[in-house]
């Protein structure tokens, strides 16, 4: 697939390196411009490009910033597009947001209200980057990590459900982008290298 990376961060740098390692044609971009990806894209192969390169020419665009940069992306330029929201909101480095913060929306409901039009698909925000890395196994392998996706659209969690399994992890089917609070931060599955039936436990044993 051709694949947008918004974010050269922990997450955004490791997706960009596996995902272009299983074939994929990979656009990296962030903030800071294609000049700054230039070491990133010469370690990897992938392409440095804007934004909304990065989103325009993509089949799936993985959203790996702070939260509180998402209402500065273009948001038309992410219209139609299966969209992986792999980020969290955290206090601390993005302010106040009330909605979240009372649990009014999760951060991916919030995410997608300002990517009006994108299928937007939650995954990548529970596992450690590092893990993301170096931990990827076979199918049917023991003690497989999984992760949980969650989303509204079937096909597009079905597209990212596939790219989950590619890169070595079980995927989990985690509901509705409603229900995606089960897998953030301060929750069993947060960070804890479950296999499929300890995040499936996770996600039913979670509580608000």
């Known amino acids: 697939m051709r694949i947008g990376i918004i974010g050269s961060g922990q997450i955004g740098g490791t997706l960009t390196r596996r995902l272009q390692e299983l074939g994929h044609d990979v656009t990296v971009a962030n903030s800071r ?32 910033v702070p ?5 500065q992306l273009p948001a038309a330029a992410f219209e139609g597009r299966v969209v992986v929201d792999a980020n969290n909101y955290y206090p ?19 995410t997608a209200d300002r990517l009006t039009g994108a ?3 939650k995954a990548f925000n529970n596992i450690q ?18 992760l949980p996706v969650a989303g509204d ?13 590619a890169l070595g992890f079980d995927p989990v089917d985690a509901g509705t982008l409603d ?14 290298d479950r296999d499929a039936e300890g995040v499936r436990q996770g996600l039913a044993e979670v509580r608000p």
Request: charged share 30%.
């Open 33 to 64: 411009g294609p000049d700054s990806l230039r070491d990133l894209a010469a370690e990897t192969g992938a392409t440095p490009g804007t934004v909304e390169q990065a989103a325009r020419s993509a089949d799936l665009v993985v959203v790996a």
């Open 153 to 165: 659209d079937p096909e597009a969690k079905r597209i990212v459900m596939e790219v989950v399994d």
């Open 119 to 121: 299928r937007v698909v």
């Open 129 to 146: 980057a590092r893990h993301l890395l170096e931990k990827g196994r076979p199918a049917g392998t023991p003690d497989r990590i999984a």
């Open 179 to 192: 229900e995606s609070w089960r897998q953030q931060p301060d929750t069993p599955v947060y960070g804890t």
């Open 92 to 110: 601390q480095r993005d302010g106040d947001v009330p909605e979240i913060a009372d649990l009014s929306l999760t951060s991916s409901r919030w």
């Open 67 to 71: 939260l509180k940069a998402v209402p």
